[in-house]
């Protein structure tokens, strides 16, 4: 498999050859979506919290009486059908959302990923990605001269004026080859990876 390899006007150069093992291998739609809900799934802080019908602040008074009224029979406010009062089914703090996914699955998963990247041209390699200042304007006026607007860094290790430019720049993130997530992978439009970077992802995953 070989990828374009951009200089810094965007252009694309000679091609760098990877490893088919990584960047080859066949779009398996069912496995990246299962990897990527794991992934948002495994995020969660599962902190959310309603109250059931003890909890809520309600007197135990019955409202009327039982019959007579014409109304509807009932014993307590606190009642789920009522407004305001508790649920039935409420949400927990302690509520488990967590995904299992194996090594050998998420890591076939991953590689899917990029390999359908680099048949789709989203993904491209550079020799090294740097600005000499931690300025927000040196990393986009960079990022546009290369015609890159919503775009995943990918570096072998994050420089500090990198990581400090791209921080205000909403279409863009930074990243090293081991925190390079699917969901990342999945949702920007174009993916960037420097040469040592690329080294690094296929000894991670060949």
Known sequence: MELKLLNEQGQAGANVAATDEVFGREYNEALIHQIVVAYAAN??????KQKDREEVHHTTKKPWRQKGTGRARAGMSSSPLWRGGGRIF????DENFS????????????????SQLAREGRLNVVENLSIEAPKTKLLSQKLQTMGLESV???TDTID????????????VLVVEPKHADPMSLVFYKKVLVTKAALAKIEEMYA
Request: aromatic share 4%; hydrophobic share 35%.
């Open 43 to 48: 995020a969660r802080s599962g902190n959310r």
């Open 99 to 114: 995904h299992k996914v194996n090594k050998k699955m998420f890591r076939a998963g991953i590689c899917s990923i990029f």
């Open 152 to 154: 995943l860094v990918i």
């Open 160 to 171: 500090e004026n990198l990581e400090l430019a791209s921080r205000n720049l909403p279409h």
């Open 90 to 93: 409420p949400n927990t703090p």
